[in-house]
């Protein structure tokens, strides 16, 4: 069986750092894309970027580049969601999904969410 | 970007009631296309691939059909666990795009 397992909700003050991650297991990790996906407080979704785990080939969407990172450890079956520098405005749910074949592959599979709150 | 416009944003309806749920695109997507299921506290969850492809494991009731730039979800007798957000999600470019999301309430 097939599961994205994400790391548990974080509380964070603007300006800290943070990385989250998710855990992929039921199959072989590094032949895979992993996509991440911001859902802001009663917004819809939004693609940030995607990481080839096997030889980490990354991509951002224009709006997050710059903004977060991206990464991924084969060797763990993880892949990574990380800012240097937390705003309020990064509050959202965040989702890992596992996308298929290339950057326009399908989605088949998604981690059940991290929220990260921030707030002074 | 592809725009994807979802509606409608919400509907009530009851058990037994055929829901039919609308994503359209900004431009031509193909069929790269699906739509999922997401209800509190999970994972969201595939319905159809393809457009129109069924989901291993996701009842007979849910169907997709569409292509290019308009596509629907169709359940066509809603169950009680059938009570969630639905939204639609193309893949043609990049970044995937997604539609704004249906929530199905109970009427």
């Known amino acids: 069986e097939v599961r994205l397992v994400q790391s548990g909700a974080e509380v964070k003050k603007p300006g800290e750092s943070l990385k989250i991650s998710c855990l992929g297991s039921?199959?072989?990790?590094?032949?895979?894309?992993i996509g991440w996906v911001r859902q802001m407080p009663g917004k819809g979704m939004e693609w940030m970027g995607v990481?080839?785990?096997?030889?980490?080939?990354?991509r951002y969407s224009p709006s997050f580049q710059g903004q977060v990172t991206i990464s991924a450890d084969k060797s763990i079956s993880t892949a990574y969601l990380q800012w240097s520098s937390l705003k309020a405005s990064d509050t959202g749910i965040y989702y890992c999904?596992?996308?298929?074949?290339?950057?326009?592959?399908?989605?088949?599979?998604w981690g059940q969410g991290t929220l990260v709150s921030v707030s002074s | 970007d592809i725009q994807m416009t979802q509606s409608p944003s919400s509907l009530s309806a009851s058990v037994g009631d055929r829901v039919t749920i609308t994503c359209r695109a900004s431009?031509?997507?193909?069929?790269?296309l699906a739509w999922y299921q997401h209800q509190p506290g999970k994972a969201p969850r595939r319905l159809i691939f393809?457009?129109?492809n069924l989901q291993s494991g996701v009842p007979s009731r849910f169907s997709g059909r569409g292509s290019e730039t308009e596509f629907t979800l169709i359940i066509s007798s809603l169950q009680p666990d059938d009570f969630a957000i639905y939204f639609c999600?193309?893949?043609?470019?990049?970044?995937?795009?997604f539609g704004g999301g249906t929530k199905v309430e109970i009427k």
């Open positions: 990481i080839y785990v096997g030889d980490s080939d990354t």
């Open positions: 039921g199959y072989n990790f590094p032949i895979y894309w």
């Open positions: 999600l193309q893949h043609y470019t990049f970044p995937p795009t």
């Open positions: 393809r457009a129109s």
């Open positions: 999904v596992r996308q298929v074949g290339a950057t326009t592959g399908a989605v088949d599979f």
């Open positions: 431009q031509g997507i193909t069929n790269d």
